[in-house]
């Protein structure tokens, strides 16, 4: 927030919210709103760069390239500045995506102001790869396994906009795919009990099926049964030809148990 009025050098400023500010001699109101910058996660492969700030806020610490939009600039211009400034490499904007915007504090003169950060993720090749080098704002340079970076404390947003990244080019941590494969198991477990549940479901109606005397396969009822299957797997995502052939072989199956359960019905 300003300390004077720009419009008449008043020291009375009357906070209105967190945006606005109201000079309370002149009625001059100023805006706080978030400045915006540019943040670029740049990929060689599985290694990211990282960028180690050379001056405050944050000094001596490693971050993800970026900077301050200049008047009247693209965001996408900022980056390819940014990158060519801040660590030598020509970047070309089909190399880039956009993966989101972020919010974040900046102390600045004393002042806290917000910043939001249009974030990108860029693939180099190994040609860019090797024109990296320390330029403005920036003391050092270092690639890094992402699955490394992922544990450094980044200022700003960066530690969120690292995770948007990785997130984006399906780098997973070893640790969440062991998470992911846990929930597998268990899945896998639900069906097989799923399963046999339907299997004695189906015996049920079988054993009901031979005590009133009626016929065993019902066909108009299996192939409504297989239709709304089929639709179902539609809403689902799953491709419905994938879910006829399953459900193919546990009507086989399901027949093949009430075959069973006749047989012995009749041995009795
Ligand atoms: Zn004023």
Redesign the pocket.
Known sequence: MNKF?P??S?SKIQKLDDTVCK?E??S?QIFSNPTPSCTVVIFCGENILLGKRNRNPDIGRWHLIGGFLDSREKAEDCMIREVKEEVGIDIKFEQSKIIGTFVHDYEYQNENIGVTTVAFVVQVDESQRLQAVAGDDVGEIKWVLWSEAQKLDLPFANNEILQKALESMGFVPEDDLELIRKEIDQTDNQILELLARRFNLVAQIAKHKIKNNLPILNAKRWHSLLKSRIQKAYTLGIDGKFVEEIWHKIHQYSRQKEEEIITSSKSK
């Open positions: 009025c419009n008449c008043s000079c001699e002149c001059f």
